[in-house]
C-alpha cells in the first residue's frame, strides 16, 4: 500500500484488524524500510509491540486490515513500545522471513559515461572607445569689401554780367577771397561680436553584428560491442 505523508500521519492511533477481520490492537508506530513506509508497529496490551507489514494492508471503513491473521501479527518480532530508533537490517530480515515476504530489491545503478560538450556563450562588454573633444579656436582670415564714401568736389563757375544787370552789381578793384568748407568721408572699421551657431557634441548608439570564430569541443562515445553480443534492431 503506497501511503503519502497525511495518510502516514493518520495511521497512528487507528485500529489494526486481522485478515478475518477481528481486532488486533491499535497502531503505535510507523516504520520505514529503503525511505518507504512499510510496517507498523502494534500495541496488543503485552510488554511488547508486534510489527505488521503495510504492503498488502487496506484501508476499510477507517481501520487498516492487514492480509494475516491475528496469530501471525502477535507472534511476529517485536519492538519496545517507546523505541523509535529505525529498523536495522536484521530486524528487517527477520520480519520478512516470518510474514514470508520476498524482501523488495534495490534495483541497481547502472555503470554509465556522460558525454559532455561545450557551448559557446557570447556575450558583450563596454569598455572605453577613445574620448570626443569639441573645442573652439580663433582663426584669423582676410575679409575684402567695399563701402561707398562721399566728398566734396569743387568747380568754378563763371556768369556773365549783362548790360541789364549792371546797375546792381557794385563795381570796385581791390583783392579779395571767398572760402569754401569742403566735407569728405573716410572708411571707419568697428568689429562687433555676434552669436551665429550652437554647436554641441551628440552620440547616436549604432548596433552591427561582428563575427566571432571561436572553437569549442565536445565528446563522443564509441561502443565497442562484440558481434554476438550485440542487439539485433
Given at each position: 500500500?503506497?501511503?503519502?505523508?497525511?495518510?502516514?500521519?493518520?495511521?497512528?492511533?487507528?485500529?489494526?484488524?486481522?485478515?478475518?477481520?477481528?481486532?488486533?490492537?491499535?497502531?503505535?508506530?510507523?516504520?520505514?524500510?529503503?525511505?518507504?513506509?512499510?510496517?507498523?508497529?502494534?500495541?496488543?496490551?503485552?510488554?511488547?509491540?508486534?510489527?505488521?507489514?503495510?504492503?498488502?494492508?487496506?484501508?476499510?471503513?477507517?481501520?487498516?486490515?492487514?492480509?494475516?491473521?491475528?496469530?501471525?501479527?502477535?507472534?511476529?518480532?517485536?519492538?519496545?513500545?517507546?523505541?523509535?530508533?529505525?529498523?536495522?537490517?536484521?530486524?528487517?530480515?527477520?520480519?520478512?522471513?516470518?510474514?514470508?515476504?520476498?524482501?523488495?530489491?534495490?534495483?541497481?545503478?547502472?555503470?554509465?559515461?556522460?558525454?559532455s560538450e561545450e557551448r559557446l556563450r557570447?556575450?558583450?562588454?563596454?569598455?572605453?572607445?577613445?574620448?570626443?573633444?569639441?573645442?573652439?579656436?580663433?582663426?584669423?582670415?582676410?575679409?575684402?569689401?567695399?563701402?561707398?564714401?562721399?566728398?566734396?568736389?569743387?568747380?568754378?563757375?563763371?556768369?556773365?554780367?549783362?548790360?541789364?544787370?549792371?546797375?546792381?552789381?557794385?563795381?570796385?578793384?581791390?583783392?579779395?577771397?571767398?572760402?569754401?568748407?569742403?566735407?569728405?568721408?573716410?572708411?571707419?572699421?568697428?568689429?562687433?561680436?555676434?552669436?551665429?551657431?550652437?554647436?554641441r557634441l551628440a552620440k547616436n548608439e549604432?548596433?552591427?553584428?561582428?563575427?566571432?570564430?571561436?572553437?569549442?569541443?565536445?565528446?563522443?562515445?564509441?561502443?565497442?560491442?562484440?558481434?554476438?553480443?550485440?542487439?539485433?534492431?
Amino acid at each position: 500500500m503506497q501511503l503519502n505523508e497525511q495518510q502516514v500521519r493518520s495511521l497512528y492511533g487507528q485500529d489494526l484488524q486481522d485478515q478475518s477481520g477481528s481486532k488486533i490492537g491499535t497502531v503505535r508506530q510507523v516504520w520505514a524500510t529503503a525511505g518507504h513506509p512499510a510496517w507498523v508497529s502494534v500495541q496488543t496490551g503485552g510488554g511488547r509491540d508486534p510489527m505488521a507489514p503495510l504492503s498488502n494492508a487496506q484501508m476499510q471503513k477507517g481501520k487498516l486490515k492487514v492480509a494475516y491473521d491475528q496469530a501471525d501479527v502477535r507472534s511476529a518480532p517485536s519492538v519496545e513500545p517507546d523505541n523509535d530508533t529505525p529498523l536495522n537490517a536484521e530486524q528487517t530480515t527477520q520480519l520478512y522471513a516470518h510474514y514470508r515476504m520476498q524482501p523488495k530489491q534495490t534495483p541497481q545503478a547502472r555503470e554509465e559515461l556522460i558525454r559532455s560538450e561545450e557551448r559557446l556563450r557570447v556575450g558583450t562588454e563596454s569598455q572605453p572607445a577613445g574620448k570626443a573633444v569639441l573645442r573652439k579656436n580663433v582663426v584669423t582670415e582676410n575679409v575684402h569689401t567695399t563701402v561707398p564714401v562721399e566728398h566734396d568736389e569743387v568747380y568754378v563757375e563763371r556768369e556773365p554780367i549783362t548790360a541789364s544787370d549792371a546797375g546792381n552789381v557794385r563795381a570796385g578793384i581791390g583783392e579779395a577771397q571767398q572760402e569754401m568748407q569742403l566735407r569728405a568721408e573716410r572708411p571707419v572699421v568697428a568689429k562687433d561680436s555676434v552669436p551665429v551657431e550652437r554647436v554641441r557634441l551628440a552620440k547616436n548608439e549604432v548596433v552591427e553584428d561582428q563575427p566571432i570564430d571561436e572553437q569549442v569541443r565536445h565528446e563522443e562515445i564509441e561502443a565497442n560491442i562484440p558481434e554476438p553480443s550485440r542487439r539485433r534492431r
